[in-house]
């Protein structure tokens, strides 16, 4: 029985065949990741197999995220986490379907309280990171235990805190400077420096984590029609209270909220930070206002 291309322990084999003339073998595969090839020799005959070498997953403490904001302190169930580590998937992948899949390139997690046992559904993977949606049924949980599996590998589990809400603006970074991601209405066109928002416009923010909706999807699967969050958030911009038309989930995407919000007319002109304050959690991000 050779040994692998990638280096190893010293291999074992069975001599003798048992029930229904089966017997086995083994190799202890070495620590290069990769692809090996093991070498069978049975007399006469011999057979190639390929075997390709996993590292372990890792994830550092404090590397479990919101997938908006990066904040640490606790997640909204139905909302999307990012986990940044070491050896989280063979490959990079994202979804390309409306719903999210249980497993992509290969990759699963999984949730876990004294309720049950939950499956996340996965947005995208690579070796460095994983974005996953937290099943909605851990709403009223305080926190759940977490792993992570790759084929037969296996990573956790680790302890992830739970809130009712966590929200998170989504930014992205324009000319140098991060700002929240926003559409204006009813044109639909993404705010930008080039493109600010003007005062008495009505303006969409795209957002993650706002919590309990008024009729909460299926885990993984898109919004279907109008969804509002259960709570009323409160909003200002460069200071000023600004009014909130719809606070709820986006149609046809998954775990993906939205807010509706007036800019004030006697809002600063510039770039103005906006504060959103749901059930008691309060998130920032900065926009450009004309």
Known sequence: FGAP?????????????????????????????????????????????DAYVQST????????????????????????????GNFLAPNLQAVSTPGLPLSLSGVSVGFYTPAGRYPGHIHFVSSGQINVQIPWEL?????AQMGIRIGL???????????????????????????????DFPAYNLISQANPAKRGQVVQFYMLGLGPVDQTPASGEPTSGIVHTTANPTVTVGGKNAQV??????PGF??????????????????????????????????PVQ
């Not at 190893?8 to 017997?23: E, F, H, K, M, W």
């Not at 995220?65 to 940044?84: H, L, Q, R, V, W």
């Not at 709403?139 to 926190?143: A, K, M, P």
């Not at 103005?272 to 008691?280: D, M």
Request: net charge negative; proline share 7%.
């Open 139 to 143: 709403q009223g949980q305080s926190s």
């Open 254 to 287: 998954v775990a993906l909220n939205q807010v509706n919000v007036t800019i004030p007319q006697d809002a600063p002109t510039g770039l103005q930070q906006i504060i959103l304050t749901i059930g008691g959690a309060t998130t920032t991000a900065n926009i």
């Open 57 to 84: 997953p890792t994830v550092p403490a404090g590397n479990i995220k919101n997938a908006a904001s990066y904040d640490t302190s606790g997640f909204a169930p139905g909302s999307y986490i990012a986990i940044f």
């Open 245 to 250: 038309g719809y606070s709820g989930m986006t």
């Open 153 to 183: 590998v296996q990573a956790g589990p680790y302890t992830i805190p739970l809130k009712t809400q966590s929200p998170g603006f989504i930014q992205y970074t324009d000319n140098g400077q991060l700002i929240a991601v926003a559409q």
């Open 5 to 49: 291309t990638g280096g190893g322990a010293p291999n074992y084999a069975d001599r003798q065949t048992y029930l229904y003339g089966v017997s086995g073998a083994g190799a202890f595969l070495g620590s290069q990741p990769g692809e090996n090839h093991i070498t069978a020799t049975v007399g006469s005959q011999q057979l190639v197999f």
